[in-house]
């Protein structure tokens, strides 16, 4: 994919940092991600690892303060998304870059209905009036999946299902025409059936309408399914990514195969392999890889030196001090 597509967004050297009234937490350092035309990329990793921030530092949606992005740029298309107005980022957002997010009713205006917000959505981004704006949302509703789509335009957001929700939210974000789709867990509230309708609806949508996605998942499955590459976060940092089988297959990163080895292989198995101790406080890290504390391979300079994220294999990168030895 990135081989022959070009490359629409980009994210260098980003560092974020939380003022909290305990510390500073250091919740991403010098992450290094890029999105190709039409490609699906997933990002993974315990909860609390910094995808979310990530992501979301991309429409630069994050509080400030207490949040300060403290180094770093966002490239879409060139353009430093931290460098442009407020004028010209409300342009982007949803109009160029579109979000979904994990629970849409926190997303969703409860005191309007479907279509009052859908239409105000269409009307700003797409500068058309509003029959024109109710036609278009229509046909977003109707793309994914929901075919009584005046209905639905009629309720509000409690009178529908959890599925019908996020729907919503995908038709919404899809009717702005974007570039790329940002989805930051859009299947977690959801029942596994509803899951995978969800996660066909958003590989679809991609296909058809050529956009790329960001996927942020803890779902090493989800991947394996929908994406083409994947990238590994813990403790703020990306310390995997490459073509997802080419990870997931073959991981170089002893938390990469801490995930996978955390999966059940079958019905069979009786007792779960887990990754001993936990993720660590961001207010105070550990020094050198911030994985240390929990890898049975590390040694004293594991301890005192940040691994570099390296190209091991072409388009396989990964930040292990050891990775060379480790046999994978």
Not at 131 to 160: F, Q, T
Not at 215 to 222: D, Q
Not at 238 to 260: D, N, Q, S
Request: with cysteine; proline share 5%.
């Amino acid at each position: 994919m990135s081989s022959v597509s070009a490359k629409v967004l980009e994210i260098k050297d980003l560092q974020v940092r939380f003022d909290t009234e305990d510390g500073v937490v250091k919740a991403v350092e010098d992450v290094n991600l890029d999105l190709f035309s039409g490609e699906m990329l997933g990002v993974v990793g315990e909860t609390g690892c910094g995808k979310s921030v990530t992501l979301q530092s991309v429409l630069r949606l994050l509080p400030t303060p207490p949040t300060r992005i403290t180094r770093g740029q966002i490239l879409f298309h060139g353009e430093n998304l931290l460098d442009v107005s407020e004028e010209r980022m409300n342009e982007i957002r949803g109009g160029k870059i579109a979000m979904i997010f994990q629970e849409p009713m926190t997303s969703l205006n409860p005191v309007f209905t479907i279509g009052e917000q859908m239409r105000d959505v269409i009307e700003q981004h797409r500068r058309v009036g509003k029959r024109k704006a109710n036609s278009i949302a229509i046909r977003a509703l109707i793309e994914v999946g929901l075919e009584d789509a005046e209905v639905v335009l009629s309720k509000y957001p409690h009178e529908l299902s959890g599925g019908q929700r996020q729907r919503v939210m995908i038709a919404m974000a899809l009717s702005c025409q974007p570039e790329i789709l940002i989805a930051d867990e859009p299947t977690t509230a959801l029942d596994v059936s509803i899951q995978a309708q969800i996660l066909a609806i958003i590989k679809h949508l991609r296909q058809t309408h050529n956009m790329s996605v960001l996927l942020v998942t803890h779902n090493l499955g989800v991947v394996a399914q929908t994406c083409d590459r994947v990238a590994v976060m813990y403790a703020g940092y990306v310390v995997e990514k490459g073509e997802k089988f080419g990870v997931l297959k073959a991981p170089l990163h002893p938390y990469t195969r801490g995930l996978l080895e955390s999966i059940p292989r079958s019905r069979k198995v009786r007792e779960l392999r887990s990754i001993p101790g936990s993720v660590p406080n961001l207010i105070d890290p550990p020094e050198g890889c911030r994985f240390h504390p929990r890898c049975s391979f590390a040694t004293e300079v594991c301890k005192r030196e940040v691994p570099i994220l390296e190209e091991a294999k072409p388009g396989h990168f990964v930040a292990c001090h050891h990775w060379r030895r480790l046999g994978y």
